[in-house]
């Protein structure tokens, strides 16, 4: 309209509370990434890996369906630490997998099309616009992840009874914590990434090479200097390393070598693992340096030289 004619008024209806501002991208989000047949597939095919467990749960305590199926509950895998990590390092990578798919995408659209300014020039700022897009895989990812497990604990609480669920609270925060720092590294690996190279197959491709090219080197220095500090340049090492001191069951003995280098006979020789504070130091590393590129690339103007 015509700005002489001033008939032009200010919106006087409801407002948005600040605090929840962030919400409006996810809620956006999820409308295109819902219309996804693949990713509906994907996702629904990340809680198969939960309803066995929960299975396996329900049979320890059903002494009808062992009968029935001919099963001894020795043969059974015992619920305890080592399930919960399992179910832990499986939700994990199905994680990284839908990460691989909503991630990329997120924040390179905008950059793209000079969409930032359109965002920020409302009362958005850049921490509101960036942790409303982390809150995309924020929520997507803790569906399959710790929400569900955390619900096979308390499933095997209410079978096994209250004793067994006090005697084994630190697995349940072992379960939040350990799946917090795996979505954290995620989300803000995808999100520094996608602002960075703009070009989803670009940032996907990326994702992947940091998840197995560092490992494969990673690989390579242990077998040649017969060590494991090459584990420090491995994502998946890391996280297994930091996984693995949350629940209890961190190994520092990996096993024994005999032979001969250079003439020089040894035998037993002990190889160690890096110690868990190594791994958790290096993960924090990594999220720090990516905040730090979400920091450089995400304004409302960029400066061509």
């Not at 199905?94 to 390179?108: D, K, R, V, W």
């Not at 340049?233 to 961190?250: E, N, V």
Request: glycine residues 6%; charged residues 15%; hydrophobic residues 55%.
């Amino acid at each position: 309209m015509a700005v002489y004619e001033h008939t032009y008024k200010q919106y006087a209806g409801p407002e948005t509370p600040r605090w929840s501002r962030f919400l409006v991208l996810p809620r956006h989000s999820y409308r295109g990434i819902f219309q996804s047949k693949l990713f509906i597939a994907i996702f629904v095919a990340c809680f198969i890996y939960p309803l066995v467990a929960s299975v396996l749960i329900y049979l320890h305590h059903n002494a009808e369906a062992l009968a029935v199926l001919e099963l001894a509950v020795r043969r059974l895998v015992p619920i305890d630490a080592a399930f919960f990590e399992t179910l832990v390092v499986g939700q994990g990578m199905s994680a990284f997998f839908l990460t691989l798919l909503i991630g990329p995408p997120l924040i390179s659209r905008d950059t793209t099309n000079n969409a930032l300014p359109l965002y920020l020039c409302r009362p958005f700022s850049r921490a509101e616009y960036v942790v409303g897009k982390m809150s995309v895989l924020l929520i997507l990812l803790s569906l399959i992840t710790w929400v569900p497990i955390l619900l096979l604990f308390l499933f095997q609480s209410y079978l096994e009874g209250w004793t067994w669920f006090t005697e084994n609270l630190r697995i349940a925060g072992a379960v939040f914590v350990g799946s917090w720092v795996w979505i954290l590294v995620l989300s803000l690996l995808a999100l520094a990434l996608s602002s960075w190279l703009r070009w989803r197959l670009a940032a996907s491709a990326a994702l992947i090479g940091i998840f197995f090219i560092p490992t494969a080197f990673g690989e390579a220095m242990n077998n040649i200097f017969f060590t494991r500090l090459g584990h420090l340049i491995s994502l998946p090492s890391l996280i297994k390393a930091a996984w693995s001191s949350l629940f209890g069951t961190f190994v520092s003995e990996t096993g024994r070598l005999s032979g001969v280098v250079r003439g020089q006979r040894f035998r037993n020789f002990v190889m160690h693992e890096p110690p868990p504070w190594s791994s958790w130091l290096v993960l924090a590393a990594i999220c720090a340096v990516c905040l730090l590129i979400l920091v450089r690339k995400v304004r409302a103007y960029e400066v061509v030289r």
